[in-house]
């Protein structure tokens, strides 16, 4: 039993779209927070509500807009009403008719997003950051999920939080992909889980560490210091880059059922029982690290593996991205641009059958399209707005 009486608030029913706003000028850094995507997930609305105060008296160099996601489901307290409202945003959301009608409650939510985001990345001209709070049904350290770009390497690697890259190869229509797409630095927090203050504890005080690093104000002497290591704390001995190597993808009404204990970053060995799904048991078919276990009804993921990645690999990396050597593919037999943009290549697989996923991650490609000859691999580091960011971030 803990003796300290608790300071987190349950969110309040009438949910504004906007929940906090501060403009500074277009040349000014600027933030962009997203709270409950998943209605199901508030620890970042209740972040900010403990932060209110404490904004209102900062002292701002930057711009901080802080959003709420799907209303109708936070307000019910599910992840989402009909459809997922991070499985919605698709490349050409901006150009085609594909904003939807009524019928499906998330549309709402996703033309208010996109009006407010649009305002946003066409006004400022300063660095641009956007932040997506998220919690997960399984225990877990808090960590970021990033598309694998430089810039967004950059800016997560001065926190004392694990990275994840690459989850967005498993999934479809992801928030943060499509502002990724847009050029700008974008990453998801999961704070912890679902219903632990903690979590709440963490989303604020990574918050607070981002306006920090980001510029937008100056932390309190101490008061930075003081969130870091509250952060540094947790994440101890997980301070590094993974990557995704498998998604478990349920199909409906499987009757899945993940077999209790499994911890987020936990090591598995090789053959250990992981789930059960129509009366059969998954098991582990290597030594890994299992990622994100599902333990709630709504969701498409039953679970994922993820291993660190070298440092000397991730040095490799921007190394070959930087000097682009990713134009070298385009000559080999098999790959071409998919048009003039020169943001992707389609490969014929039935030409260039040799040519392994690692090497398009390497150069800073994603796939994000497969038919049985063609796979579309389109490139991070070409779409990201590289000269709006600064190259270095302090851990100040
Ligand atoms: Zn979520």
Redesign the pocket.
Known sequence: MSETKSTILPVAKDINRVIYEHYESAEAPCVVVFCG??G??QAGLKAVARMKDALRAANFKGSLYILSGNIPAIRRGQ?FIDKDL?RVWSRNLFSGPVLGGTKVSEHKDRRELLGIISDISNHVKGPLYFI?I???SAASIPFITIDDALINRRFTSVFPVPVVLGIEEYLRGALLSFINQLGFVSL?F?AGSHDAEQSVLNAESFLWLVLDVAGVLELPEGVGVAHRKRLADITRGYQNFYEVTFRYALKPDEGFKMFPGFQNFQSIEEGALLAESKGQTLVAPESTIIFMPLYQQQGEDGYFFVRKVPYPMLKLSALFRLMKLDSLLAALPGVEWIDSTKNGLRVDLKVARFMAKSVFHLLGYREVQEDKDHLLVYNRERESKKDRYPFRYSKH
């Open positions: 995507v998943h199901n997930e992840r991070n997506d998220h919690t997960t998801g999961e």
